[in-house]
């Protein structure tokens, strides 16, 4: 990853990306032993290489046109030629940053590997997407806005898709998963606004949208490590993924809960925390585009909608988790016997829930660094307009002040209010039951289903439950799926007509080593004569 970024040109570009997909293909495949993870090693194994035939195809065509192994040639191309590129490298890219729909990978990959390694390709490695998108568009160097407009949309219907299938999983993992999905789609969001404000002129529009989507980069690397670590704590405790198999976890693990739940308020975007700065700045980016053409409008008012319904599913969804997996009685026998031994692993939760809460109160240093960053695209919009992003951030800052001092003084006037007084514990009250058991609890799929119900054109839901019949019913179940309609409709469109296309052809290994010999030389001869 290190290397990506550092690259000067296409063949060293390529040489460091195959490095990194080959390198986290085989941390994915880490328990190999495992039939499910090796299937979500091969499914990330094609994508990242069918992403790499995408950015290939989009050098060759830079090469093709320009002469150059070399970023800089990229501006020279005709405006056509720019716009294949960019889609053609946006695509490739996409699929490694996890952009809707081509994300297929990521849900299957994530919960597969060991969750340090979930955090580190979460937090950082479909990042490497986004910067190859971004050095692409800087690469080009195009004035026109439709570039923005691809990204805006890809980023609206990625953020909205990928919270709602969030929503309806019951994997805990998975459930990041697809919040890293979501996430992306808030990044190109911010740089799609970013754009549209450099092809319409507007310096601030363009500098709200680059910081934020910029800023949220860094901050979703935070959070997102954070509440990998926090599953990867919970599962290796309880010894189950399955969020309504656990229960009742903040009494037993209250550094893991509370460190958990502050990254729940970060990824939701709510104040004190780092994701509400980024997603603000965002929210800025997209007022200052009130004043643009027709298109250009319906989109940036497009994307504020968008981000206000991601920041109210996101904040469901982190309810359901924190509410089922830390709240309430243990649904399980490994969630009531789990523990909180080991201090190695609550360290780094610790230390991340803190910087989640130092950038959220004190964003104008990261802020600071952002426009720097900025300033190194040489984007070509002229100055970048400091004070209204400063002044920003410091009103944020004092309502963040404001917020912690009334906190402290409430958690004080509190120590005092009980200060002398017996606390005496009890059973919560049972509506009436007398033997109440851990089942009569709200389950994550009952918690959502009301949700998931609206979106259910986009997201269906297969659900699996016998009617309970007469006056002493038999014991039952329910099971219920929420399907992907990317990953159905890949299933259906491409991946069985490839298998069929292969199961056509298995008469050509057919053991007989003379005909082997043979086909070696028949693509001798083809090759001699094309070449």
């Keep these: 990853m290190a290397l990506v970024v550092t690259a000067n040109n296409m063949i060293t570009f390529m040489l460091f990306w195959e490095i990194m997909s080959l390198s986290s293909f085989f941390l994915v495949i880490y328990d190999y032993e495992k039939a499910e993870n090796r299937k979500a090693g091969y499914l990330y194994f094609v994508f990242s290489h069918a992403g790499a035939m995408f950015i290939l195809s989009a050098f060759g065509l830079m090469y093709g046109f320009s002469g150059s192994f070399g970023f800089e040639g990229a501006a020279l191309l005709p405006e056509w030629v720019k716009i294949i590129v960019f889609v053609l490298a946006f695509i490739g890219f996409g699929s490694k940053a996890g952009v809707f729909p081509f994300h297929v990978w990521l849900p299957q990959a994530h919960p597969s590997a060991p969750s340090h390694i979930s955090a580190v ?92 989507g910029l800023l949220h980069v860094l901050n979703h690397s935070i959070f997102k490590s954070l509440l990998f670590m926090g599953a990867g704590i919970v599962i290796k405790k309880a010894g189950v993924r399955s969020i309504d198999a656990l229960g009742g976890l903040m009494k037993k693990m209250p550094v893991t809960g509370i460190s958990f739940l502050a990254g729940s308020l970060a990824i939701s975007g709510l104040p004190p925390l780092n994701g509400f700065v980024s997603e603000f700045l965002i929210y ?55 523990d909180e031994k080991g201090l190695m692993m609550l360290i780094p939760m610790v230390v991340l829930a803190i910087a989640c809460a130092i950038i959220g109160i004190f964003p104008n240093v990261f802020l600071l660094m952002t426009l720097r960053g900025i300033s190194a695209l040489h984007l070509g919009y002229g100055h970048i307009p400091f004070e209204p992003l400063l002044q920003t951030t410091g009103n944020i800052t004092q309502s963040a002040a404001i917020f912690l001092i009334l906190l402290i003084c409430t958690l004080v006037f509190r120590h005092f209010l009980y200060q002398g007084k017996s606390i005496a514990r009890a059973g919560t ?103």
């Design 121 to 212: 390709m979460s937090g950082v490695m479909i990042k490497i997407g986004i910067y190859g998108i971004l050095r692409m568009y800087v690469s080009l160097n195009s004035a026109s806005p439709l570039y923005g407009e691809i990204i805006v949309t890809a980023g609206m219907i990625s953020g909205i898709l990928g919270v709602v299938y969030a929503l309806g999983q019951h994997d805990l993992k998975r459930l990041l998963a697809y919040h890293s999905v979501e996430n992306i789609g808030i990044i190109l969001i911010g740089f799609g606004i970013g754009m549209m404000g450099k092809s319409a002129g507007n310096p601030v529009m363009a500098a709200f949208g680059f910081a934020g």
């Design 284 to 338: 800025m980016g997209g007022f200052k585009g009130v004043g643009l053409d027709k298109l250009s409008f319906i989109l940036s008012m497009m994307a504020i909608i968008s981000l206000a319904v991601i920041g109210g599913l996101a904040m469901a969804c982190f309810t359901k988790v924190v509410g089922v997996v830390f709240q309430g009685e243990p649904r399980g026998e490994g969630a009531a016997n789990a």
């Design 429 to 531: 009250w049972g509506c009436g039951f007398t033997r109440p058991t851990a089942k009569m609890q709200y389950t994550g799929a009952s918690y959502a289903r009301s949700i998931l119900i609206f979106f259910r054109t986009v997201a269906p839901m297969n659900q699996n439950y016998p009617e309970v019949q007469g006056l002493f019913p038999k014991p039952t179940h329910y099971q219920s799926r929420l399907d992907d309609i990317a990953e159905k409709s890949m299933g259906v469109v491409i991946v069985r007509p490839v298998l069929l296309f292969f199961d056509k052809l298995r008469w050509v290994q057919n053991g007989d080593i003379h005909r082997y010999i043979g086909y070696v030389l028949m693509a001798i001869v083809v090759l001699l004569f094309f070449v």
